[in-house]
Nanobody, 120 residues
Framework: QVQVMESGGDSVQPGGSLRLSCVVS????????MAWYRQAPGKERALIAI???????????SQESSVKGRFTISRDNAKNTGSLQMNDLRPEDTAVYYC??????????WGQGTQVTVFS
């Protein structure tokens, strides 16, 4: 069984920073990509960015203009971990943030999500 767990969500003021972490655990799996999504209240879940094993990053079309330059996705392939560094947070970044991974034999696996709240 493969599990994905996010952590690092918190409440911050506008302009603040947070670093979300994603840890993938289990046995007999091979990751092919790691992605971060978010779901704001009343909205659909949206792709922030996805990184493949070669380090290529693709941003979600609906989120790119909002997050590029403020959010940075990274991975440690050897440790099966990843992170989402978020700077200059805005109230509209308030959402539940999810880490999702694509695996070679086990399909896509999602974490439970972590809440980020940006308040004035």
């Amino acid at each position: 069984q493969v599990q994905v767990m996010e952590s690092g969500g918190d409440s911050v003021q506008p302009g603040g920073s947070l670093r979300l972490s994603c840890v993938v655990s289990g046995s007999s799996f091979t990751l092919t990509a790691m992605a971060w999504y978010r779901q704001a209240p009343g909205k659909e879940r949206a792709l922030i960015a996805i990184m493949d094993n070669e380090g290529t990053i693709s941003y979600g079309r609906s989120q790119e203009s909002s997050v590029k330059g403020r959010f940075t996705i990274s991975r440690d392939n050897a440790k099966n971990t990843g992170s989402l560094q978020m700077n200059d947070l805005r109230p509209e970044d308030t959402a539940v943030y999810y880490c999702a991974v694509a695996t070679r034999m086990r399909g896509d696996i999602w974490g439970q999500g972590t809440q980020v709240t940006v308040f004035s």
